[in-house]
């Protein structure tokens, strides 16, 4: 393989120019090495990252956090403004994979990456979280519900970087909120699945809700018939039978090593029903 | 590719293959054999280092991970003063069975005593979650980070 290590960000542009196939980006490394290993890949050209400190960091502008693509989990845990923002995600974070992988998975790794189990999406789509794509001379702004068109496929063109993760000030603010990842262990742990959800209830009645899934799909999605039933019920008023039939129109899960799919449906459905209960 | 960086208080420069893993040029370049290879996909921590003040499995790492950086092994934290306060409570508890996985939790533990140090056992598991024994000595292994938690405080 070959390897390149761009001087700057402009020259990493620059050298991309000559790259128009099949490339990969190295940044923390934690899922690139396995892939490697497993030879998955062999001979594409490798563009090391990791030391393009401008796309690294967490800051707020106007009413926006915005996380740099190569920050850290274990940075975006420990930053005191995600603290104050954004408690729930930021809580969330911590049942990822390990504190040592933490330390080197970064935020925009885990999109590019798009495994249909990646641990941050279902987080990122119910916040409504956008992602700033670069090239040379552009920028364009994806919401992260539209980044995806299929499995390990997205919009991102190939001359293309994920720049920086967009999440509102207030995303989850006055929500009720909840996240849960299912897997054979708590930590270090592929999920069979995981539920984001956020919700609003004026006496209980649902007034507003966002449910997202991980690994139930080609890539994680918004539930959004799920949602559509949901919104404007009353507690009492959802009806198992009729709760299963959207989440049919919703989920379409797998049977693969790590579970099959009518205990991923049946838990999916549980845990629809533990956060909309524990609220 | 060159590479510098300093490995348990050496500067150490080197001409690698970047992509070489880090725990291979630590291992067979520079025979830090303290460091551990288990499963090699970064989900036991037999292989962790303090990379730049922070716990990292060198696995899952490249050699141009490390350029410019500062690492920290176990045989360099085995020479400090809370190195030996916590070998001392390893070996005070018996935590260390076939002793495999062992520099990758003193390694991680280390990095727990010198960032927080409370003597929690939630915390513990918790900074201790990416280290897999299969001896299962878990319980062991917490009460001696614990009993170096409380030394420490102490001030012995």
Redesign the interface.
């Known amino acids: 393989?070959k390897?390149i290590?761009p001087s700057s960000l402009p020259d990493l542009f620059d050298r991309l120019q000559n790259y128009e196939g099949r490339k990969f980006f190295?940044a923390g490394?934690?899922d690139i090495?396995?892939q490697?290993?497993n030879r998955m890949i062999r001979d594409e050209p490798?563009f090391?990252i990791?030391?393009l400190d401008e796309l690294r960091g967490i800051q707020v502008v106007d009413d926006t956090v915005i996380i740099g693509a190569l920050t850290s989990y274990?940075d975006i845990i420990s930053s005191p403004i995600l603290k104050e923002k954004l408690p729930f995600f930021r809580n969330s974070l911590?049942l990822f994979?390990?504190?040592?992988?933490q330390?080197?998975a970064t935020i925009g790794g885990n999109i590019a990456n798009s495994s249909p189990t990646a641990d941050i999406l279902p987080l990122l789509l119910v916040l409504d979280a956008e992602v700033r794509l670069l090239t040379r001379s552009k920028l364009r702004f994806i919401p992260i519900n539209e980044f995806y068109t299929g499995y390990k496929e997205y919009v991102m063109k190939t001359n293309e970087i994920i720049g920086s993760v967009h999440i509102n000030i207030d995303a989850e603010k006055n929500w009720l909120a909840y996240y849960r990842k299912v897997g054979s262990r708590?930590?270090?742990t592929i999920a069979k699945l995981a539920l984001a959800g956020i919700m609003k209830l004026k006496e209980n009645s649902i007034t507003a809700i966002k449910i997202a899934a991980g690994a139930l799909n080609e890539y994680p999605r918004r539930l959004t018939t799920t949602e559509n039933y949901l919104k404007s019920k009353r507690k009492e008023d959802i009806a198992d039978k009729e709760l299963k039939e959207v989440l049919t129109e919703d989920i379409t899960p797998i049977t693969d090593l790590r579970s099959d799919k009518n205990y991923r449906f049946d838990v999916c459905l549980n845990l629809i029903k533990e956060f909309i209960n524990s609220y | 590719?060159k590479i510098s960086f300093n490995i348990n208080g050496r500067n150490v420069k080197l001409d690698v293959?970047?992509?070489r893993?880090l725990l291979d040029v630590l291992r067979d370049d520079l025979e830090l054999t303290d460091i551990k290879e288990s499963c090699?996909?970064?989900?036991c921590?037999a292989c962790?280092i303090i990379?730049d003040d922070?716990?990292?499995?060198s696995?899952?790492?490249?050699a141009?991970?490390a350029?410019g950086k500062k690492i920290l092994t176990a045989n360099g934290i085995s020479k400090t003063r809370i190195g030996e306060i916590l070998l001392d409570c390893f070996d005070q508890t018996n935590s260390v069975q076939c002793g495999f996985c062992f520099p990758g939790f003193y390694v991680?533990a280390y990095h727990y005593l010198i960032t927080d140090g409370e003597p929690s056992l939630e915390k513990i598991r918790?900074?201790l979650?990416?280290?897999?024994c299969r001896c299962t000595g878990y319980k062991k292994i917490f009460e001696s980070v614990i009993m170096a938690c409380e030394r420490l405080q102490e001030g012995s």
């Open positions: 393989m390897f290590k190295l490394g934690s090495n396995i490697i290993k490798i090391y990791n030391h274990a911590k994979a390990s504190p040592l992988l330390s080197v708590q930590s270090l | 590719m293959d970047p992509m893993r090699g996909e970064g989900e921590g962790t990379l922070k716990p990292v499995t696995c899952i790492l490249n141009v991970h350029d991680t918790y900074a979650s990416g280290n897999i």
